[in-house]
C-alpha cells in the first residue's frame, strides 16, 4: 500500500512498536528494582527455618537471638523512622495513591531517597523476622522507577498520563515482586482507579508481563507454595467455602479494624515515645516468637508452606488444635503491632497466613486439609483487603491450582461482603486517609 494511506499506517505502526518497546523496559527495570527485595524475603525464610517451628530442633543460643532480635530492632527502626530516615516510613501505599491523586506530590514521595530509606528499613525488619509483607515496598518501588523514566524521557508513553502511569507502574511493583502479572493488572483497576479501562488495562499487562518475567528468570518461583493438586467436587469446594468466607471475612475485618485503631493511636505515639514504644512492641514480638517457636515470625510463606507441604528434611511443624488456636492468634496480632508504628511492610503475606491457619483449625476438625487451607488463606485475604477478585488471583498463583476456582470465587466474595460489614473502607484506602499529613511537602506516614 502506498501513498497517504499506506504512510498513516507505517508511522502508526511504527509509534505502536515504539510505545511497546518502551513499556517492556519500564517493565524489566520494575523487575530489576524489585529483586533486592525478593532476595531479601527469601533470606527471611532461611533465617526464620533456624527457629524451633520450622528446623524441629530446641531453642538455642542462635535461635534465641533470632527471637529476641524484634526487641532491639523495633526500637532502632521507630528512631530511626524519627530522624534520619523519616521519609522511609509506612508501607508505600499511601504515598504512592496519593501520587496517583496528586501527581504534583511524586517528586517527594516517589523520589530516590524516600525509596531507598523505605527499602533499607524493610530489609532490617524483615531480616528480624517481624511479620510483615512486602506488597507495600514494591508498589512503590514500580511507581517509583515509572516516576523517574518519565522525568527523564517525558515524552515516552504516550497516551498515559502521569497519574496513569504510576498505577499501573505500582501494578507492576506486585508483579515483580511475587511474579504475578494478572495480579499487578487487576490491583492497578480494583485498588487503584476502580476501572477496567482498556487504555489502562494494556499497558499495565505489557508492563505486569515484563516486570514478572525479569522476577522469574531472578529465581523467583512461579507458584510460591508449590502446587496443592487437589480436585474435589465444585459442590464440596462451595460447602467448605461458606463456612470458611464468613469466618475469614470476620477474622479479616477484626484485623483490619485493628490495625487502623492502631494506627491511628500509634501516629503520634511514634513521635513522642519512640523508644519506649519500640521496646514494648519489639518485647511483644519476642515474646510471640517464643511462644509459637518461630511460627509467629516472618512474613507467612515459610508456615504457609509447612502447612501445605511438609518439610523436605523431616522436621515437622507442631500441630494442634491449641497450637494452631495461639499461631492465629499471634499471626493477627503480629502484623497489626509491627504495621501500626510505620514500620514499612504489607499485609498481604500476613492475611494469607493467617487465614491458612483458620483453615488448618477448620480442617483440625473436619478433614479437607489442603482444600481448607487454600479457602481459608484466600478468605483470610479477601477480609483483610475488601479485593475479593485479588485475593483469588493471588491463591491460585500461590498455589498453583485453578480446579479450586469455584470455592475461591465463593469464599472470597463472602470474606469481603462480611468485612465489609466490619470496616466500612477497604484497608489501603482507610489507611490513605488516617496517615496522610496536612502539609503536600511532607511524607506521609
Avoid at 515515645?273 to 512474613?299: I, N, Q, T, W
Avoid at 479450586?404 to 463472602?414: C, F, P, T, Y
Wanted: glycine share 14%; proline share 6%; aromatic share 6%.
Amino acid at each position: 500500500m502506498s501513498g497517504p494511506v499506506g504512510l498513516a499506517l507505517s508511522l502508526r505502526a511504527r509509534d505502536l512498536l515504539r510505545n511497546l518497546l518502551q513499556l517492556a523496559l519500564l517493565g524489566l527495570l520494575v523487575g530489576l528494582a524489585c529483586w533486592p527485595l525478593n532476595l531479601v524475603d527469601r533470606w527471611q525464610d532461611r533465617v526464620l527455618s533456624l527457629l524451633p517451628a520450622f528446623s524441629g530442633k530446641g531453642w538455642g543460643p542462635v535461635s534465641l537471638a533470632l527471637a529476641l532480635s524484634p526487641l532491639v530492632v523495633v526500637p532502632l527502626l521507630l528512631l530511626l523512622q524519627r530522624g534520619i530516615l523519616s521519609r522511609g516510613v509506612g508501607s508505600g501505599i499511601p504515598q504512592t495513591m496519593t501520587s496517583i491523586e496528586h501527581p504534583a506530590q511524586a517528586a517527594n514521595l516517589l523520589g530516590w531517597v524516600p525509596t531507598l530509606q523505605r527499602a533499607a528499613l524493610w530489609s532490617v525488619a524483615s531480616l528480624s523476622l517481624l511479620p510483615i509483607g512486602r506488597e507495600g515496598p514494591v508498589v512503590q518501588v514500580g511507581a517509583s522507577v515509572a516516576h523517574a523514566l518519565r522525568k527523564r524521557f517525558p515524552n515516552w508513553f504516550s497516551g498515559l498520563g502521569q497519574a496513569d502511569l504510576l498505577a499501573v507502574s505500582a501494578g507492576a511493583g506486585l508483579a515483580g515482586g511475587f511474579d504475578t502479572p494478572l495480579l499487578g493488572v487487576v490491583f492497578v483497576a480494583e485498588e487503584f482507579v476502580s476501572s477496567f479501562a482498556a487504555s489502562m488495562l494494556w499497558p499495565a499487562m505489557v508492563i505486569g508481563a515484563m516486570a514478572a518475567t525479569f522476577s522469574n528468570i531472578a529465581g523467583q518461583p512461579m507458584f510460591a507454595l508449590g502446587t496443592v493438586g487437589v480436585e474435589p467436587i465444585e459442590l464440596m469446594q462451595v460447602l467448605w467455602a461458606l463456612p470458611l468466607g464468613v469466618l475469614g471475612g470476620v477474622l479479616g475485618g477484626a484485623f483490619a479494624k485493628m490495625l487502623l485503631a492502631g494506627t491511628k493511636r500509634c501516629l503520634g505515639l511514634v513521635r513522642r515515645y519512640p523508644l519506649r514504644l519500640g521496646l514494648a512492641v519489639g518485647a511483644l514480638l519476642s515474646v510471640f516468637l517464643l511462644l509459637s517457636g518461630g511460627a509467629s515470625g516472618g512474613d507467612g510463606e515459610l508456615l504457609m508452606g509447612r502447612l501445605f507441604f511438609g518439610s523436605s528434611d523431616g522436621a515437622e511443624l507442631p500441630q494442634g488444635f491449641g497450637i494452631d488456636l495461639l499461631n492465629l492468634l499471634l499471626r493477627v496480632l503480629g502484623p497489626v503491632l509491627a504495621l501500626s508504628t510505620g514500620i514499612p511492610g504489607g499485609l498481604i503475606d500476613p492475611s494469607f497466613a493467617f487465614g491458612a491457619v483458620l483453615g488448618q483449625l477448620v480442617a483440625d476438625q473436619a478433614g479437607s486439609t489442603q482444600l481448607c487451607l487454600a479457602l481459608g488463606m484466600v478468605a483470610g485475604l479477601a477480609g483483610a483487603t475488601q479485593l475479593p477478585v485479588m485475593a483469588v488471583l493471588f491463591g491460585v498463583r500461590l498455589a498453583g491450582d485453578q480446579q479450586l476456582l469455584s470455592g475461591l470465587l465463593v469464599a472470597s466474595v463472602i470474606a469481603a461482603y462480611v468485612s465489609r460489614q466490619i470496616v466500612a473502607k477497604p484497608i489501603y484506602h482507610a489507611l490513605h486517609a488516617i496517615t496522610a499529613e496536612p502539609s503536600p511537602t511532607t511524607a506521609l506516614r
